[in-house]
């Protein structure tokens, strides 16, 4: 079985980088082993927390449990039709590096969603999307293990009720089962999505008319360094807040004091509203306090000057929460998980 440690430092384990620690903490490198795991006696499954690429949570204060790191690797691909692969991916993978696999073998789907940072498994979790893409557009399914039976279970994407950066494993099944397994549907022929403007406008003035899966990925790299920091130069969590959903009508209402409001469709009838705007419009761009702050380039990033406590960053973050509920009568949503011990705080 893996080694089980005591008191162990977790600065390495959280794109943010704070200083924090949990109380046990054990890798596993494959389902058997993380079935030993929840069958030993030595933790304590009532406290548990599983921890992939570490790059969409915020540690509030020292884990008081147990924390598992997920490390199962492991790639492998079926032919389901002439124009279709099926790819199962370990969930400890990087989800990255199955984009550039991917890309290399020119399978179309998940180009867009290049250099979103984190773990195979979180990508179903919080239904990562970028560019026009979502993770549901492309998943099959999700397998894993439940915590307290160990029964294993297949989740069609039909039942993993994907909505914006929503699924079932965030909800419905938050602490109760562990992601093992992800598998995907990608096209052999050539589908590319450019439906997102700063995509298609990079294209464009970059001169390629014809557009090919490797520039696709190349000017997504392009758009996303450029605007958003490296979490290994500068601790953050890419975005901190959710860009939140109104009707049309409420959109009329904001566009009478705020005619130039970025919003996006989403739905019949429903926009989504730019939260960067949004903190912007509040005067928060690039604002610091001690060693937190919002990014200079993109408000809706917080970042970790180096010794900021996850305290200090949650009580940042309920301050603009406030300043966008008092100018706007809206309410931000975090995107980042907020881990106190299992409870949530914003």
């Not at 984190?118 to 915590?147: K, R």
């Not at 130069?233 to 705020?258: C, D």
């Not at 509203?273 to 408000?299: F, P």
């Not at 009568?329 to 011990?341: H, M, Q, R, S, T």
């Amino acid at each position: 079985m893996s080694t089980v440690h005591h008191n162990y430092s977790l600065k390495k384990y959280n794109t943010f980088g704070i200083e924090c620690f949990s109380k046990q903490f054990a890798r596993f490198n494959s389902e058997e082993e993380l079935i030993a795991l929840l069958n030993s006696k030595e933790i304590d499954k009532r406290q548990l927390f599983i921890l992939g690429g570490g790059s969409n949570i915020l540690f509030i204060n020292d884990y008081d449990g147990v924390i598992l790191h997920n490390n199962i690797k492991g790639i492998s691909e079926v032919n389901i039709s002439q124009n279709d692969v099926k790819l199962s991916i370990g969930s400890g993978e990087v989800w990255d590096d199955i984009v550039q696999y991917a890309v290399k073998k020119n399978y179309y789907g998940i180009e867009n969603l290049s250099l979103i940072p984190g773990s195979v498994g979180a990508a179903p979790i919080q239904n990562i999307g970028a560019y026009g893409v979502e993770l549901e557009n492309v998943l099959h399914s999700v397998e894993g293990i439940f915590i307290d039976s160990l029964k294993q279970k297949v989740y069609l994407n039909n039942e993993c009720n994907f909505g914006y950066r929503e699924s079932i494993f965030k909800k419905e099944l938050k602490g109760k089962f562990i992601v093992t397994k992800v598998n995907l549907i990608l096209s052999k022929q050539k589908k590319i999505n450019l439906t997102y403007g700063s995509l298609d406008s990079y294209l464009r003035s970059a001169n390629i008319d014809e557009p090919n899966i490797q520039n696709i990925r190349d000017a997504v790299v392009f758009i996303r360094t450029s605007k958003l920091p490296d979490p290994k130069k500068l601790g953050n969590a890419g975005s901190f807040f959710k860009n939140p959903k109104v009707n049309v009508s409420e959109l009329e209402v904001i566009k009478t004091n705020y005619p130039d409001i970025v919003a996006f469709p989403y739905d019949e009838n429903v926009y989504k509203i730019s939260a960067g705007w949004m903190i912007e419009k509040c005067g928060l761009k690039g604002k610091r306090v001690g060693d937190v702050g919002t990014h200079i380039d993109q408000a809706l990033v917080i970042v970790n000057y180096g010794g900021a406590s996850g305290s200090e960053i949650l009580k940042f973050a309920k301050t603009i929460q406030q300043n966008v509920y008092d100018k706007f009568g809206i309410k931000l949503e975090p995107e980042v998980n907020i881990i106190n011990n299992n409870r949530d705080l914003l």
